[in-house]
């Protein structure tokens, strides 16, 4: 049997797609496709967004953002590293009145990242061992980094002006080292 040529021309489209272009069947069965850009997981993929690899990654996989900025609130709820690039920066605003950075798991580093939000740039909730280095809060309506029942290390933090203060704890133990707070209003 001859296959008309414009038939073949579709199946191969259809069994091509990009490095980044991932279906995750474990959303109940529904298939999900992700957008592909260039953040990646453990050296492969490529994603557009950053909580699209999170949803992906494995325990222990590290996220590796290209020089860009992303519009997005991420939760954080499983040991991986997130590493923003080395070139002109990896930016995370949050969009809205939301809080560009939620981390819940245990074990997460976050590395080299610069964020801005309306609200609160980064809430620590419950995590445990997470690991906050060279972290720039370039903007933030309320504070830079909140955290609840957490412990973290946190090294080298910048706080450009934040509204209201710099890292606010309740409860939990962070640990921070090198940080430059720069004229928070209220509490360092």
């Known amino acids: ?9 579709l199946a191969l489209i259809g069994c091509s797609g990009d490095a980044g272009d991932k279906n995750d069947d474990t ?3 529904t298939d999900v496709t992700y957008e592909p850009g ?3 997981v453990d050296g492969g993929g490529g994603y557009a967004n950053l909580a699209d690899a999170v949803t992906l990654a494995a325990e222990g996989s590290v996220i590796e953002l290209c020089d860009g900025t992303w519009e997005e609130a991420v939760v954080v709820d499983k040991s991986v590293t997130i590493r923003g690039s080395a070139g002109t ?4 605003n949050g969009p809205g009145s939301d809080v560009p950075l939620t981390i ?4 997460v580093t976050v590395e080299n990242l610069t ?3 309306p609200r609160t740039a980064i809430v620590l909730d ?4 997470a690991s906050l280095v060279n972290i720039t809060v370039a903007a933030a309506g309320s504070g830079g980094v909140s955290a609840t029942d957490a412990t973290a290390t946190i090294d080298g933090l910048v706080l450009v002006q934040p509204a209201a203060g710099g890292v606010q704890v309740a409860g939990g133990e962070i640990a921070i080292a090198n940080g430059d ?3 928070p209003a209220s509490y360092g």
């Open 1 to 9: 049997m001859r296959i008309p040529p414009i038939l073949f021309v």
């Open 27 to 29: 959303a109940g069965g």
């Open 38 to 40: 260039c953040i990646t």
């Open 89 to 92: 920066g990896s930016f995370l």
């Open 104 to 107: 819940t798991g245990a074990g």
């Open 115 to 117: 964020l801005e939000s």
């Open 126 to 129: 419950g995590a445990t061992d």
């Open 181 to 183: 707070f720069q004229y």
